[in-house]
């Protein structure tokens, strides 16, 4: 038989440690009547992420047979977006939508939860999830907080940004001031970047004024909304701290215990629904972006190797001094960084060599 | 709100074609209790492939509260495993797990269900089958078969097979026995290849005795269980004709049309499940596999891009004859054909760039 738990990870232990805190008749709440609240860190205007929530709440609800109501709340209509996390721990709301390495200032091991810099790609992030133990891990984490965390979708490789003017040297990454989401400011910082900490509607007036040199936001589907294109023309990639980043769902670990299996089963499977649709999602929305993106005249750059190898190397060195101080960054630090050795390993050989031909053919049309 | 039509894409159709046949009280069949058979082309001990059966079905047993029950079989128990469409179009069973392209005998379109040779990778199906239109396409031509399919999972990008001598030239391909798998074999043939038809319980002997000189199966973790390693010494790489081969869970067209609301959102969600969990244990499970092959004498070498350039010419050759009297082939050729050129154009800035990086940071120590 197939082994279940690797799509239920951590909810087995979960529920033991809760056992004695809410002990429940077998039968009699096997179908009750359940009003949730669900706030997302993200706007509605943003039809991937949040589109996302949208259809678990609802593929929640219609599994349950309306039973299981999870009302779903954009960033600011009851908690700000960057504090969800708070909001689902204190249980003001039951569940959440959001990025776990917007919470890297409490601890920098949540930015495994989305995305280590440097690390997996969106399907090794999904291989790890599932059958790598990171559900396992991230959620004896997440219980420190907490809170019980699905994954629920994927932007897929991020860009890197928008620039003013090109990056040619690591030289040239001195002084500029540099909106960047989370953990990879620590990494910039070393070569002198001065990262921001800007929201989303402030990032465009900013980077128009020369407030900021360089905004990163997710892909051209996102960015293009933003209308960043107007006010800087060259637009950089990969964003190689964002391989295949992952937003979670996350839920109140009391109330998640309090769940019955039913309910747990619907979220789970929901949560991995939502997690492959939402990443076919953006690769189906972004190459039309991109095209018109480059229409209005954006300027395609890759960032040099001299200043991702400079990047890679000051992660790297990050990530030693974090692990000195941080053994919960340690242990998932250890299990990523050697998931991924494995993972190119073998990407290497079959995938990447398909998609290489598939490049090459086109081009020749 | 999400498009939820994206997901069960057809089914609605299916609905409204169905529903003079099939009227039915609103609510008293609302949780009824459904017994069914699926018969697998697979065999047990394929637990990737079957395993997603077997987590397809106990997922979709768990969200109903164990009312619908589908009994799996594997390859054999009921009808062998490449009758398994025929199996499901004539109700012998209710079920099915399959990979579609093995009918392309009865009308090669079966082949887009699949894989179409130097077609989309793994994600890119995701994108085509729930964003792009592919399932729609699909069930319309599936609906001609008298059944309903979901995407079941991916293999993800599939090796090229085992050799018993290297492929330098177009020249080594003269002659050749290769046992292939299903249409990839009608192109091969253009270069003068001999394509072989033969069971997976029978390559091996054929491949020792030298009745054949060559045979493809799946990626390392399924291969390395059949014991190719022990009588071919070069293993190639890519699989080109599967770039991102998903197998599809297919069901009677009638007897889905039947089924309570309820109980085709579980198939459907349970199906997407299913999708993830597969390709990511596929991920998981291949790079061992590898090491092992690898220490065993295994050697790994690529198509030589001669072969590579001539079989895709011979690809581009074949789909256009079949276009000229094949509607059904068209319609879903002319899908992907422009489905690839768009996903291309964007896979190779952000997410091809960053693998390559990441394959030479790995390289590098």
Known sequence: MVQRRELVAGAGAAAVAAAGSFPKPAIAQAVPTIKWRMASSFPKSLDTLYGGAELFCKTVADL??????IQLFAAGEIVPGLQVLDAVQNNTVEAGQTAMYYYFGKNP???????????????MMNAWFYHGGGNELLNEFFAKFGVYGIPGGNTNCQMGGWFRKEIKTVDDLKGLKFRVGGFAGRILQKLGVVPQQIAAGDIYPALEKGTIDAAEWVGPYDDEKLGFYKVAQYYYYPGWWEGGPCPHLIFNLGKWNELPKLYKEACITAGAQTNVWMSAKYDHLNPAALKRLVAQGTQLRPFPAEVIEACYAAARDLYAEISKENSDFKKLYDSVAAYRSEQYLWWQVAEYTFDTYMIRLRAKG
């Open 64 to 69: 349950t047979d309306g039973k299981f109501q």
């Open 109 to 123: 091991a949540f930015t495994f939860g989305t995305a280590l810099p440097f690390g997996l790609n969106a399907r």
